[in-house]
């Protein structure tokens, strides 16, 4: 059976971020294989700084034949943030996946950084994916399995010397340290949920994705990847049991061509190649994730 033909049928995911980019695609690839998918964000129906709405994510799934409901939240916000989960269980009555996905990168030296920007930064992408595991958890336990995948970035691994331009100007130290710290989060809860039945796994790009958030730190001319890669690569990571796949740090394009994944782009329904991974492409990555 190929990674086309598994069916979430009867599961029900929660992805953030879902307005946009990553997030948008994670969960219309979850909600083609059958699982109804709530999606978070900000923007409900009026897009913010950046193009993209929750409103529009839910007709693209619904428009496709899948199932989704909206739920508008600020991560930074904690009441909004930590209601997520039971919002979820009293649209959809259960919560069998939480993706994730939202993030709002910006870069800065440390040594001209913002307490907004640290604050955000923490909140994003280390303090939510904590509090919404924490809540998701209980009721993945009563359930006897769930599946938690948590998005990343290359930027979490090692810079190399001699350093490049990107290391000593791009201002992107506080992110990437957040970054490596979700990975060592994701495999520190893989192995206390392992006996639950909960997998917990990452995700990140290989190297840049186009997305309105991301545009404009890639420069012009610069490489970039299809999200389908990434999205379908977490949607391996959303099905199989913890005893058989938990606790692994994967990348959009390592990870589908190792495992042979099937790969579609779920705007024009054609079937992309294996990816080929590009020469910059970091050597200390896995390709199976372990």
Known sequence: MGSQDVSL??????????SRGIGRAIARRLAKAGARVGVTARSLDTAGEYAG????????IETAGGQ????QADLEDPGERDSLVERTLAEAGRLDILVNAAGFAQYAPIAEMSDAILEATFDHYLRAPLKLAQAAIPHMRERGDGWIVNVGSVTGERPFKPYDDFARFGGATLYAAVKAALSRFTQGLAAELENDGIAVSQVAPTGAIS?????RYI????????????????FALCHRPATERTGLITYSLQYPLEMGLDTVD????????????????????????E
Not at 9 to 18: E, K, N, W
Request: charged letters at 20%.
């Open 68 to 71: 989704a409901f909206a739920l």
């Open 53 to 60: 709405t929750l409103a529009e994510t839910v007709e693209q």
């Open 211 to 215: 997305t309105p958030g991301a545009d």
């Open 266 to 289: 779920l705007d024009s329904g054609e079937s992309l190649p294996p990816p080929e991974l590009p020469e910059f492409a970091h050597p200390d990555i896995r390709p199976a994730g």
């Open 9 to 18: 049928d009867g599961r029900v995911a929660l992805v953030t971020g879902a």
């Open 219 to 234: 420069p012009d001319g610069y490489p970039t990847e299809s999200v389908w890669y990434l999205a379908e690569a977490a």
